[in-house]
């Protein structure tokens, strides 16, 4: 059950686009559909952004697009914006029937 | 209004046992998997274990296999996680998180209970 892996850190200035990249395996991320992605700000919980690689839910502006190829799940986010900086972190099912997440992201904008 | 609201957090000596309870409301909450998520104090996220909607399927992270144990009242509308055999290593704040109906993401999450295990 090792972590995914995502980029410790990113940065952008706003209005530009950033990519966070999270890589798994065939067992998690490459074999499943069930890959999401979730926002945390500092002291508060972990807020659900992209569900089933490609899906938001209701509420979650649509500057934000989940992607996946092979074991690679992608996280970018359009027209960056100062309440974007946080942390985000990916997840996914795997085959053994348990989940996984990754290390984390910590955005900054400029 | 979904609320998940956790309970049972607190400081435990290693070696020894705590019990979680997540008391959920807002929702049909026998129809909904449960999953017991952690964060260690400046650390990232960490699946602890899951639970299906009747109980009857249940998986852990290896971490905690065979020390840990979910279960759920359907009738209470609760989900509990004893912890037992402590180590200092899992000292974080648990969450109690819902999953999205036919999805492998989690929708709601309750503030959280911090565990502390030192000596």
């Known amino acids: 059950q090792s972590a995914l892996t995502q980029p410790a850190s990113l940065s952008g200035s706003p209005g530009q686009s950033i990519t966070i990249s999270c890589t798994g395996t065939?067992?998690?991320?490459?074999?499943?559909?069930?890959v999401s992605w979730y926002q945390q700000h500092p002291g508060t919980v972990p807020k659900l952004m992209v569900y089933d690689v490609t899906n938001r839910p209701s509420g979650v502006s649509t500057r934000f697009s989940g992607s996946k190829s092979g074991n690679t799940a992608s996280l970018t986010i359009f027209g960056l914006q100062a309440d974007d900086e946080a942390d985000y972190y990916c997840?996914?099912?795997?085959?053994?029937?348990?989940?996984?997440f990754g290390g984390g992201t910590k955005l900054t904008v400029l | 209004e979904v609320q998940l609201e956790e309970s049972g957090g607190g400081l435990v000596q290693p070696g020894g046992s705590l019990r979680l309870s997540c008391a959920a409301s807002g929702f049909t909450f026998g129809s909904y998997w449960m999953h017991w998520v952690r964060q260690a104090q400046g650390q990232g996220l960490v699946w602890v274990a899951r639970?299906?909607?009747?109980?009857?399927?249940?998986n852990y992270a290896d971490s905690v296999k065979g020390r840990f144990t979910i279960s759920r009242d359907n009738a209470k509308n609760t989900l509990d996680l004893q912890m037992n055999s402590l180590r200092v290593d899992d000292t974080a704040v648990y969450y109690c998180v819902r999953v999205l109906y036919n999805s492998g993401s989690f929708d709601y999450w309750g503030r959280g209970t911090l565990v502390t295990v030192s000596s």
């Open positions: 639970i299906n909607h009747d109980g009857r399927t249940i």
């Open positions: 997840s996914s099912y795997t085959s053994s029937g348990t989940w996984v």
């Open positions: 065939s067992s998690d991320v490459g074999g499943h559909n069930y």
